[in-house]
């Protein structure tokens, strides 16, 4: 069986200006979610504490609320939590009191409600959550860094850099999809966010190597043919594989449970997103930058040559002739 | 023909290596390593704990105070106003030819910065001992509390320091909200013995008195601890306090009473006995905590260095309280900075969602690669169930911990592990369709493959690595077996279907129809 023919090349380059235009759009819409509606953080990040109760019945959302109206929770958010019987209590304090425990309270409070078991109370106190932020930070620059110098020493720093680009196109397209469902953004998200890094690196990576490789045994001249011709080899592979992922994340996200739930959503359209810029829009970067196919193949010409005489030297010092 | 060539057996290996180490973990037999199952799927309680470390300090100044107090009392030597503010000890020398000898004495107790103004003592601790002192206090709470949960009788607690001041406690034995709050009440409980001397000159006037007031006589007032409106006037300085208890029992007194009794080390026994010998008559307060839980008459010396908390206390506290003493005080009180509890039932019903997802992705996947691949996709999904054998052994092996974002990895996993095979079977196909031979096809393919595939795995794990290393809890669990997985996929997608192609390339090649093996027309 084949998706894409395998002896056609596809012009993907002759449409550049095309697919740059898209994901400008793409790119500037999200900027624009971020800047104005924000990213819902979740207690990880905010501190702040939330309480996850499942009832015997359907759980009487309306009464719960008018019953916390009443105490010092007033301004708490009470939300149904995957099926009918549960619903999240979330409160912005926290209380860093190792006795009188919230869970506690809430039992006591809720106790006229009905029957229920309180499942889940997380509770984060403001200083751990400027530090999880902190934290986030951090690991997401320093896997860029760390990706940058890695590619540098493996390609060529256009290449780098232009795979950089592409992550960074990526993970803005993610996090406005974010901004725009209003998922809440815990370490769950930051995880999924890293995991797209490697996951969409991946991607561009093998077209890359494609490009690399066609650099060195392709009769083509032109960097923009090259592409063409390297993205359209690589083409089965890269929908394959991520139709592939697509589908156990969908599996995830349908059958993972509600705590799972915005993990996957982000990996879902993460991946569609990886998938995307790696055809159409990663390696349009490298001729952005102007990465010229003659400067490489002079450059591996003098490595080679460099390493011949290396060895051309070696063996006179081995024959004594030296 | 040969069958077996070097890569089929390290595969069949590590499927052996796979299969044996995961039986454990996968039957839940008896004996073997297992994988341990994290706080989110099996339920309990994790707290992040901060050790407020200056309280520490303040205590070390209060002990300083102690021997001063005590050494002047036992030499005769004449001091006045000996009193403590935040973070220093103030007395006078009331007799200059006792300075030397006063000194003397001082020289013992390490880390400390006197400075002098003709009689008048200033002692502060320097700062390399207020680092020091902060920096055991944090040990030793993670040693307190670790005992105090041992005592208590729940599996497995973890207790680790984290960081400078942050102690985390994880308690997977946790079931119900009651055992829950029991454990927190013991954790936070500081178990701060004292006993203190009433001062019986003043005491009744301690209603009208002002804590400042009291401060200007170097003492405290203290509530009682059944009924706040009865106060005590008590010298600041205590007699002694907790770390000189050696064990405590619950008892019961005549009145069938709930009691603690407790027993002193032999310096303990003797500072207590020459305090009763001298202060027969007067009142001694036995404090916990800040509370006075009775304050006794000294009738006369007490020997032997024993003796007992009572104030109305019921079993189970009193229970608690003697766990409390016997395994020390906390340095400093702790406060809760982050907390996670899960009852059992949502870790169950995590449990089963992650095997729906994870089983349901597998089929997916195995049901695409064959049709897809034809028998090329039968071997890739052979390398595939391996990879995911191995994930479980090597986890089972280091006793690494599954969480549920864990779980999400290694559903991640197989949809990235099959990339390997992708990649190369289309390679292998490519090669074929410019019309290499079978065999050539699969040598040159694997080694055109490998380029791509290792430099996307390195990144990958690079990422890996850094999420671990920036990771809490379960995120790192998320870490650890994404980067098994891709190490084993390495093994597994490329060193394993590798040999099996080499073991069947005499079938493949008989074979008249031989393409059809990858798929290809």
Redesign the interface.
């Given at each position: 069986m084949e998706i894409f023919k395998t002896d056609k090349i596809y012009d993907f380059m002759g449409k550049r200006l095309a697919f740059l235009g898209f994901s400008s759009i793409l790119v500037i819409a999200s900027i624009v979610l971020l800047f104005t509606k924000g990213l819902t953080f979740g207690i990880d990040f905010a501190g702040g504490t939330i309480i996850q109760v499942k009832y015997e019945q359907v759980a009487p959302i309306n009464q719960i609320r008018d019953t916390l109206k009443q105490t010092k929770y007033a301004n708490s958010s009470i939300t149904k939590f995957g099926s009918d019987e549960e619903v999240v209590i979330r409160i912005t304090g926290s209380s860093s009191d190792l006795v009188n425990d919230i869970g506690d309270e809430m039992h006591k409070i809720l106790a006229s409600t009905g029957n229920f078991e309180i499942r889940r109370v997380d509770m984060v106190g403001a200083k751990v959550g400027g530090e999880l932020r902190e934290k986030g930070i951090m690991a997401l620059s320093l896997s860029l860094i760390v990706i940058l110098i890695y590619l540098s020493f493996r390609f060529e720093w256009r290449f780098a850099l232009a795979s950089v680009f592409a992550l960074i196109h990526d993970i803005t397209i993610a996090m406005g999809a974010i901004s725009l469902f209003s998922i809440e953004v815990n370490l769950d998200i930051l995880a999924a966010i890293l995991t797209l890094l490697g996951y969409s690196l991946n991607d561009t990576i093998i077209v890359f190597d494609r490009i690399r490789e066609g650099i060195q045994t392709s009769k083509a001249n032109e960097l923009a043919e090259m592409i063409n011709e390297s993205v359209s080899k690589t083409l089965s592979r890269t929908t394959l594989t991520s139709l592939t992922t697509v589908f156990v994340v969908a599996t995830l996200y349908f059958f993972g449970g509600e705590i799972l739930n915005g993990f996957s959503f982000t990996l879902l359209v993460g991946i569609i997103i990886g998938t995307y810029s790696s055809i159409f829009v990663a390696a349009t970067f490298l001729v952005q930058l102007k990465f010229s196919v003659d400067d490489f193949r002079a450059k591996d010409a003098e490595k080679l040559k460099r390493q011949r005489e290396k060895e051309k030297l070696r063996a006179m010092y081995e024959q004594g002739t030296v | 023909m040969k069958i077996f060539n070097y890569r089929l057996i390290i595969f069949i290996l590590s499927i052996i290596f796979g299969v044996v180490l995961s039986i454990p973990s996968l039957l839940q037999t008896d004996t073997g390593k297992k994988i341990s199952l994290g706080l989110d799927l099996q339920g309990g309680l994790h707290m992040?704990?901060?050790v407020n470390t200056h309280e520490a300090v303040t205590s070390k100044i209060k002990t300083i105070a102690t021997s001063v107090k005590y050494f002047s009392d036992d030499e005769e030597l004449l001091i006045d106003g000996l009193s403590i503010n935040t973070d220093s000890v103030t007395f006078t020398v009331l007799d200059a030819d006792e300075i030397p000898k006063m000194d003397e004495m001082l020289k013992q107790i390490t880390g400390l910065d006197i400075s002098k103004n003709e009689l008048k003592y200033t002692l502060k601790l320097t700062s390399e001992d207020i680092a020091k002192t902060k920096d055991l206090s944090v040990a030793q709470a993670v040693e307190t509390i670790r005992n105090r949960l041992d005592q208590f009788g729940l599996s497995e607690p973890t207790v680790v320091r984290q960081g400078e001041t942050d102690i985390v406690v994880e308690l997977p034995g946790i079931k119900t909200?009651e055992d829950?709050?029991a454990a927190?009440?013991l954790?936070?409980k500081p178990a701060n013995l004292e006993l203190m001397a009433v001062d019986e000159e003043r005491n009744d006037q301690v209603n009208t008195m002002t804590s400042s007031q009291a401060a200007a006589y170097g003492n405290v007032i203290l509530e009682d601890t059944n009924n706040p409106n009865i106060k005590y006037l008590v010298k600041e300085i205590p007699i002694l306090n907790g770390s000189q208890v050696i064990d405590a029992q619950v008892a019961f007194d005549q009145s069938n009473q709930a009691i603690i009794n407790f027993t002193l080390n032999s310096t303990g026994a003797r500072i207590f006995g020459e305090f009763t010998g001298k202060s027969v008559g007067k009142r001694l307060a036995v404090v916990l905590d800040g509370k006075v839980y009775s304050a006794p008459n000294i009738r006369e010396r007490i020997g032997g260095g024993s003796g007992q908390i009572s104030g109305g206390f019921t079993v189970a506290e009193a229970g608690n309280v003697a766990i409390a003493l016997r395994s020390g005080a906390l340095p400093a009180t702790?406060?809760?900075?982050?907390?996670?509890?899960?009852?059992p039932?949502?870790g169950a019903?995590?449990i089963k969602?992650?095997l729906?997802?994870l089983i349901?992705?597998f089929l997916?996947?195995f049901i695409?690669?064959i049709?897809?691949?034809k028998r090329a996709g039968v071997i890739a999904c052979i390398a595939l169930v391996t990879n995911i054998f191995i994930i479980i052994a090597v986890m089972a092996m280091f006793g690494a911990t599954l969480t549920?974002?864990g779980m999400?990895g290694i559903?991640?996993t197989?949809?990235?592990a099959?990339?390997a095979n992708?990649?190369i079977t289309?390679r292998i196909?490519?090669l074929i369709?410019d019309g290499l031979s079978i065999p050539k096809a699969i040598e040159d393919g694997y080694s055109?493959a490998m380029?791509?595939i290792l430099?996307?795995n390195?990144?990958?794990l690079?990422?890996?690595v850094?999420?671990y290393?920036?990771?809490?809890g379960?995120?790192k669990g998320?870490?650890i077996t994404?980067s098994i997985g891709i190490l084993a996929s390495m093994l597994t997608a490329i060193l394993g279907t590798h040999g099996i192609y080499e073991a069947l390339l005499g079938k493949i090649t008989k074979d008249k129809d031989s393409k059809k093996w990858f798929?290809v027309?």
């Open positions: - | 992040l704990l901060g909200a829950e709050k927190r009440e954790i936070s702790v406060t809760l900075l982050e907390k996670r509890s899960v009852g039932s949502l019903d995590s969602a992650s729906v997802a349901s992705g997916i996947v695409f690669m049709i897809y691949y549920l974002p999400a559903v991640l197989i949809g990235m099959v990339d992708v990649i289309e196909r490519e369709r055109n380029r791509a430099d996307a390195v990144t990958t690079l990422v890996a850094i999420l290393a920036y990771g809490t379960p995120i998320f870490a994404i798929g027309n």
